[in-house]
T-cell receptor, first 115, second 115 residues
Framework: AQTVTQSQPEMSVQEAETVTLSCTYD???????LFWYKQPPSRQMILVIR??????QNATENRFSVNFQKAAKSFSLKISDSQLGDAAMYFC????????????FGTGTSLTVIP | DTAVSQTPKYLVTQMGNDKSIKCEQN?????MYWYKQDSKKFLKIMFS???????INETVPNRFSPKSPDKAHLNLHINSLELGDSAVYFC??????????????FGPGTRLLVL
């Protein structure tokens, strides 16, 4: 079974500081994709960043970057210069090849940004 | 313009009723999905359709029936609603999705409350 684990149900960060959200996954595949989605109180699921497993370079999107450790099956999200608008639930997702683009989501991490 | 839209946003109904949730995407994508997010925020896929053909059909009660009149629409019909059906239902779409790992774009969600 495909599993995605987010071990931090809740995290908090001071505004302008940096925070890292952890995600691990279980797979026997070598070619897969990983995603981080953000869900603010509005409930909208918003793509934050994605990573292809065959790419060794860590993906970055402005203040968001990942630390992808393939051997360790770890995919953490780093948010730099945290802003109040970053407060949300963050979900890690994994999709293997040949599965009809089925996403497996973690249980989420609730991020609070303290002014 | 909204990329993936769902109606209604909120749905309150009595046990035993039949209800439908509609989803439309204007992204020109071939694949659409339905997810259920429970009270603990866990997201789980229910169905996916590629060009009106059922691709993913997870173990959900027969009371749930997806219908895709065309590739831009995927509606979810629920018969004989039960208390446990209360959740937020998300529609999503991706460009292809038949086997390629692609970003999924989510609708705003429909909060269903069964009394």
């Amino acid at each position: 079974a495909q599993t995605v684990t987010q071990s931090q149900p809740e995290m908090s960060v001071q505004e302008a500081e940096t925070v890292t959200l952890s995600c691990t996954y279980d797979t026997s595949e070598s070619d897969y994709y990983l995603f981080w989605y953000k869900q603010p109180p509005s409930r909208q699921m918003i793509l934050v960043i994605r990573q292809e497993a065959y790419k060794q370079q860590n993906a970055t999107e402005n203040r968001f970057s990942v630390n992808f450790q393939k051997a360790a099956k770890s995919f953490s999200l780093k948010i730099s210069d945290s802003q109040l608008g970053d407060a949300a639930m963050y979900f890690c997702a994994y999709t293997p090849p040949g599965a009809g683009n089925q996403f497996y989501f973690g249980t989420g991490t609730s991020l609070t940004v303290i002014p | 313009d909204t990329a993936v839209s769902q109606t209604p946003k909120y749905l309150v109904t009595q046990m035993g009723n039949d209800k439908s949730i509609k989803c439309e995407q204007n992204l020109g994508h071939d694949t659409m999905y339905w997810y259920k997010q429970d009270s603990k925020k866990f997201l789980k896929i229910m169905f996916s359709y590629n060009n009106k053909e059922l691709i993913i059909n997870e173990t959900v009660p027969n009371r749930f029936s997806p219908k895709s009149p065309d590739k831009a629409h995927l509606n979810l019909h629920i018969n004989s609603l039960e208390l446990g059906d209360s959740a937020v239902y998300f529609c999503a779409s991706s460009q292809d999705g038949t086997g390629n790992q692609e970003t999924q774009y989510f609708g705003p969600g429909t909060r269903l409350l069964v009394l």
